[in-house]
């Protein structure tokens, strides 16, 4: 078990989430203009992150589903050769930075960068309309939260599938694993509820 | 804190999950037993108001949670029996101090109350882990964690060894029943821990049916589910 964060100190880790996060936005706008350019400067900015570039490849690898769900259907509908590369590299390169993103920032640091930017003067008007900024963040975090958990009841639904010589499909997944997220979900709100969140 | 129920009932969808329930409380640890759908969870529930009687009255150190919920959570911390959905915050440190939100105080001084109860419960190493990543055990500490650091009045504890093998079952049992100075209202199956309160209170068939020194409350409860 390792330390999700641990003791990195990296100026990415340490950076202010707001301006990583502004500074994200403006980088996935560019490499939309330069796209290998753009994926070697992510890959500059893992190395310098995690101190190598082995974190890169294993993203990358983690993504291998998703680039290819993104690059069979266009090959599929005869787009040509350069503009299906350069448009999976664009897409690849924007889910590299996000997760980049992810994996140097706190959740916490996160979510009181979104409380503060919703009080802020630009965002004020928006709290007026009824929009409560502890509630946006709390749902962040909570959504943030819900992912291992899903995870969990997935892993634990293919066992139980396959302990029953059932082969796994998504169809015989979807109802066991919406009954687990679906008694969570009761579970976690009396939980918070105990918390005394309010929401 | 004096708990006193009077006459509480409560149901569900027309099924009595509580039945005329009167009883004065102050001991520091309190013990429920009785079987599955006894009444023990419904009981532990009314005292911070998570569930709200159909009729009678409750009060938890002066106050109704059925009518000020927020007071009555405020002083009662509420542990359950899975710790995964007590888990808020995605870091074990972030999910402590999550706790201490909207306290007022600030952020290095929450972290440092976050470390040092951590620290009590022998958990502090796991402080940047990924809370879902801990062992069931270090979970449920974890979320003991969560609700000590508030300072409750009461703890209220609802099967928090479930889950839990022995060795786990017997390090939150010292958790809980070791020198806290909170008064522990344990809900629990597990008669060894039952064993180590002062006193037991006896649910069965929505009805409270027995209070008392724990080994007598116990022996009759063997009898009678002989």
Not at chain 2, 69 to 75: D, G, H, N, P, V
């Amino acid at each position: 078990m390792t330390p999700l964060f641990g003791t990195n100190t990296s100026p990415l880790h340490r950076a202010a989430p707001g301006p990583k996060l502004l500074a994200l936005i403006a980088l996935i706008a560019a490499v939309t203009w330069a796209p290998l350019a753009g994926l070697a400067l992510t890959a500059a900015l893992y190395a310098l992150a995690f101190k190598g570039i082995a974190r890169f490849f294993q993203q990358l690898w983690n993504l291998k589903l998703l680039i290819a769900l993104i690059t069979i259907p266009q090959l599929f509908f005869g787009t040509d050769l350069i503009t299906v590369l350069n448009a999976t590299i664009r897409l690849t390169d924007a889910m590299l930075l996000a997760t980049l993103f992810s994996l140097t920032t706190k959740t916490r640091d996160l979510i009181d960068s979104i409380e503060s930017a919703l009080h802020s003067k630009p965002l004020r008007p928006l709290t007026r309309l009824g929009l409560k900024p502890e509630t946006v963040s709390l749902a962040f975090a909570m959504t943030m939260n819900a992912i291992p958990m899903i995870m969990k009841f997935l892993n634990q639904t293919k066992e139980a599938q396959a302990a029953r010589g059932l082969k796994p499909t998504p169809i015989r997944m979807t109802i066991p694993l919406l009954v687990a997220s679906l008694k969570y979900s009761d579970e976690f709100a009396e939980a918070l509820t105990a918390r005394g969140v309010e929401v | 804190m004096l708990i006193e129920l009077d006459a509480v009932s409560v149901a569900f969808d027309g099924t009595t999950a509580l039945d005329n329930v009167s009883v004065k409380l102050e001991q520091q640890r309190i013990g429920v037993i009785g079987l599955n759908g006894s009444g023990k969870s419904t009981f532990a529930r009314l005292l911070n108001g998570l569930v709200k009687p159909t009729s009678g009255r409750i009060l938890v150190g002066g106050i109704d949670p059925a009518v000020d919920a927020k007071a009555a959570r405020a002083q009662t911390g509420f542990i359950f029996s899975n710790p995964d959905v007590q888990i808020i915050m995605p870091t074990v440190l972030e999910d402590v101090a999550f706790s201490l939100r909207g306290s007022g105080l600030k952020k290095a001084e929450i972290d440092a109350k976050a470390r040092a109860i951590l620290k009590r419960f022998d958990i502090e190493h796991l402080a940047d882990h990924a809370a879902h990543s801990l062992s069931s055990g270090q979970k449920q500490l974890l979320a003991i964690c969560a609700i000590l650091i508030t300072e409750p009045k009461l703890i209220v504890a609802d099967e928090p060894t479930a889950l839990l093998d022995l060795v786990n079952s017997r390090r939150i049992a010292r958790a809980l029943l070791g020198d806290l100075p909170q008064q522990i209202v344990l809900v629990t199956h597990d008669l060894e821990l039952a064993a180590g309160c002062d006193i037991l209170v006896r649910f069965a068939g929505a009805k409270m049916v027995d209070i008392g020194e724990p080994s007598a409350v116990i022996s009759s409860y063997l009898a009678e589910n002989a």
